[in-house]
T-cell receptor, first 114, second 113 residues
Framework: KAGVTQTPRYLIKTRGQQVTLSCSPI?????VSWYQQTPGQGLQFLFE???????NKGNFPGRFSGRQFSNSRSEMNVSTLELGDSALYLC?????????????FGPGTRLTVL | AQSVSQHNHHVILSEAASLELGCNYS??????LFWYVQYPGQHLQLLLK??????LVKGIKGFEAEFIKSKFSFNLRKPSVQWSDTAEYFC???????????FGAGTRLAVHP
């Protein structure tokens, strides 16, 4: 099976702009989670989608939003970008099998806000 | 709230040395625990996971971890490291009620030839 794919891999934006990141989970996985990775805050949970519904949201402002499509692909959007939004954004594809529950990560999108 | 602590932020070892990275979590109920590794320039990869059963879990590349419930610990070990093990290692717990992974701050391992 192909792994988790994320596009684009790199983005440079300026403050005030908005950005959309895309994630395609592993085939057959219906749940997608997003995480933000920064040197200062580490890895933090943004939100999770399952069957086109947001099930959980982390402690991030409303500028961060997402959605999931019927083919399980997911997008996240950040509006009115701030310098502090510069980070690696990771998408995880979730597999639940019996009692196990495992997330597999994509390569990430590195966002730089100038 | 659940939390994960990784005691060592930076570890430097010579090749063939033994490795043990500490991880403690705060949750007292049933836990699902993971170690992920991030090699330079690469994405986060799953090393191993614990859900139930044998508390000694074996993962890829010769890594293993031991779940000690009484100590709330899930330490990662490798008997003999290689230069290629240079990476950042993250311990994580699955927050059952919220379907999210809670990560530790990570440990940067540098292995010198």
């Amino acid at each position: 099976k192909a792994g988790v794919t994320q596009t684009p891999r790199y983005l440079i934006k300026t403050r005030g702009q908005q950005v959309t990141l895309s994630c395609s989970p592993i085939s057959g996985h219906r749940s997608v989670s997003w995480y933000q990775q920064t040197p200062g805050q580490g890895l933090q949970f943004l939100f999770e989608y399952f069957s086109e519904t947001q099930r959980n949201k982390g402690n991030f402002p409303g500028r961060f939003s997402g959605r999931q499509f019927s083919n399980s692909r997911s997008e996240m959007n950040v509006s009115t970008l701030e310098l502090g939004d510069s980070a690696l954004y990771l998408c995880a594809s979730r597999e639940r099998s019996g009692s196990t529950d495992t997330q597999y990560f994509g390569p990430g999108t590195r966002l730089t806000v100038l | 709230a659940q939390s994960v602590s990784q005691h060592n932020h930076h570890v430097i070892l010579s090749e063939a040395a033994s490795l043990e990275l500490g991880c403690n979590y705060s949750y007292g109920g049933t836990v699902n625990l993971f170690w992920y590794v991030q090699y330079p320039g690469q994405h986060l990869q799953l090393l191993l996971k614990y859900f139930s059963g044998d508390p000694l879990v074996k993962g890829i590349k010769g890594f293993e971890a031991e779940f000690i419930k009484s100590k709330f610990s899930f330490n990662l070990r490798k008997p003999s490291v290689q230069w290629s093990d240079t990476a950042e290692y993250f311990c994580a717990v699955l927050s059952g009620g919220y379907n999210k992974l809670i990560f530790g701050a990570g440990t940067r391992l540098a292995v010198h030839p």
